[in-house]
């Protein structure tokens, strides 16, 4: 005979309730929901209804004791035809003197009537949905936060890429290897900032998975937002980015206001603002140029510290000749061609540099 089971192995059901609705919004009354469907199906099971129709049936939940009651609602006949739905006088008066023939007797199914393997579907079901339900609501909160930073600490690394734990240890995130700026370190137990690509729910998985960014160019523009309040006002605006993730970057800014200068709001006062932008980027360097609609000016700008004494455009090909003094050529063009490559990245156009 199959072991019946008490009503304490569903307790445990309950006391997870709070703690979901807190940590992850789940609200309560669907999880009651949950476990009145899974209740109703395996009552069908002990009882071996297969049809479903079970409208005389209702479960009765008690969320102030944690209780859970099921009853079969009959109606009081002489003469028994149906018996999932009628009770006859006498057994009515059984449980009652005062029924009559018409009045409806709600008998209570005891929990111990079921089977341990249907407390255990009952279990399994309202487990699932509720890890289903987490599941969306991480999704649907991290897909919200796409194209923004989040705050993580690094866990681990596993198969080359890092293990983040953000938003207190809600989430484990992933730093793929291909986003990682290289040559910086990832130790465990590093707070670090993140710019989130990503979230997706792959085959099988329990969990939605949070894809991370470190090289992505818009960490950059993200943390500029986060220390000019300008930006933030829409009076400065970011037009461009180029970078070459832990090494140096340049930013294109313009200034809707002729009275506020866009490098030196962004660099601020001693440099303060651009300092604590650079103190999430390791050792990246970031230029901050001046964008302008005069593609000859922005190149001009954008090859800056290098001086321009002359530019030729050929629009057709989007190409800029840029000539440059002999003694600043290797300025203008950069260790390893970086400052030219850079240019080239933020302006859309290729540049081609000369020395006089």
């Known amino acids: 005979m199959a072991k019946k089971v008490a009503t304490t192995d569903f307790q445990e059901l309950f006391s997870a309730i709070d703690e979901l609705e807190r940590e992850y919004k789940i609200e309560r009354e669907y999880i009651y ?3 009145e469907s899974a209740l ?4 069908k099971q002990v009882r071996g209804i297969k049809d479903k129709n079970l409208s005389n049936v209702k479960v009765s939940i008690d969320p102030e004791k944690g209780d859970v009651k099921i009853f079969e609602y009959k109606k009081v006949v002489e003469n028994v035809k149906d018996r999932r739905n009628e009770i ?3 057994d009515a008066r059984k449980i009652d003197k005062r029924y009559q023939v018409g009045d409806v007797v709600a ?3 005891p929990i111990s009537d079921f089977s341990r393997k249907a407390a255990m579907t009952v279990r399994q079901t309202v487990i699932g949905k509720i890890r289903e339900k987490k599941r969306n609501i991480i999704f649907e909160d991290y897909s919200a936060k796409i194209d923004n930073i989040v705050t993580g600490v690094i866990q681990r690394i596993d198969k080359k890429n890092v293990i983040v734990e953000i938003e207190g240890g809600k989430v484990e995130a992933i730093l793929p290897m291909e986003e990682q700026i290289p040559g910086e370190e990832y130790k465990p137990g590093t707070m670090m900032k993140f710019y989130l690509v990503d979230v997706k729910i792959p085959p099988k998985e329990k969990e939605p998975i949070v ?3 470190r090289t992505h160019p818009n960490l950059i523009r993200r943390l500029m937002e986060n220390e000019v309040p300008e930006i933030q006002e829409g009076i400065i605006e970011i037009k461009a980015i180029a970078r070459e993730a832990g090494s140096r970057s340049k930013v294109a800014v313009y200034s ?3 009275r506020i200068d866009p490098i030196g709001a962004c660099v601020g006062e001693k440099g303060i603002r ?7 980027l390791g050792n990246e360097k970031i230029d901050i140029v001046k964008w302008s609609n005069d593609i000859g000016e922005f190149i001009k700008n954008a090859l800056s510290p290098a001086e321009v004494v002359h530019i030729d455009l050929n629009l057709v090909e989007k190409k800029a000749f840029v000539l440059v003094p002999n003694d600043q050529l290797s300025l203008a063009i950069g260790k390893g061609g970086q400052n030219a490559r850079l ?3 933020l302006t859309g156009w290729k540049i081609d540099i000369k020395g006089k």
Request: no cysteine; charged share 15%; glycine share 0%.
């Open 33 to 35: 929901s949950v476990l």
């Open 40 to 43: 109703l199906t395996a009552y």
């Open 88 to 90: 006859s006088l006498e």
């Open 107 to 109: 008998i209570e199914v």
């Open 211 to 213: 894809y991370l960014s």
């Open 256 to 258: 809707n206001s002729s």
């Open 274 to 280: 651009i300092q604590n932008v650079l103190k999430h």
């Open 343 to 345: 240019t080239a990245k």
